[in-house]
């Protein structure tokens, strides 16, 4: 079976993983939803409407209504590839959400996490 390009995934599929690798260390939606929402400048409510529909993950990215301009703070590796040198643009804001959840589930505080 060929491998799906990811943005082409829908984000009803992947958020709920997201959400999913948080909680396996303790931390919460409202959190996993906190991030996202610094990130896109999606709200909680468009959100979950979202993860009802069929959009997909690239669709997400590419209609973010506000996307924060202090995210290209977010530096470090996610699958042994540092986020800042993704030279692809959707493929960086994707790895720019891993990242922050994965410092979410490491523990990190919150005030640290969005760059404050």
């Known amino acids: 079976m060929p ?12 958020y709920p993983l997201l959400v999913a690798k948080a ?3 303790g931390r919460g939606r409202g959190e996993v939803d906190q ?12 959100l979950a409407r ?5 959009v997909s993950y690239g669709d997400f990215f590419r209609n973010a ?28 804001e994707i790895r720019y ?3 922050l959840v ?4 490491k523990g990190r505080a919150m005030e ?3 760059r404050k």
């Open 97 to 99: 959400l891993d990242k």
């Open 23 to 25: 909680g396996k260390k």
């Open 50 to 54: 979202l993860e009802q529909s069929d």
């Open 112 to 114: 640290k996490i969005l």
């Open 65 to 92: 209504p506000a996307l924060n301009p202090r995210r290209t703070l977010i530096t470090g590796k996610i699958c042994g590839v540092r986020v800042e040198k993704i030279e692809d643009p959707l493929m960086r």
């Open 102 to 105: 994965d410092e979410l589930a």
């Open 3 to 14: 491998r799906m390009d990811v943005t082409e995934m829908p984000f009803a599929k992947l």
């Open 35 to 46: 991030l996202t929402a610094w990130l896109t400048g999606y709200t909680a409510e468009e």
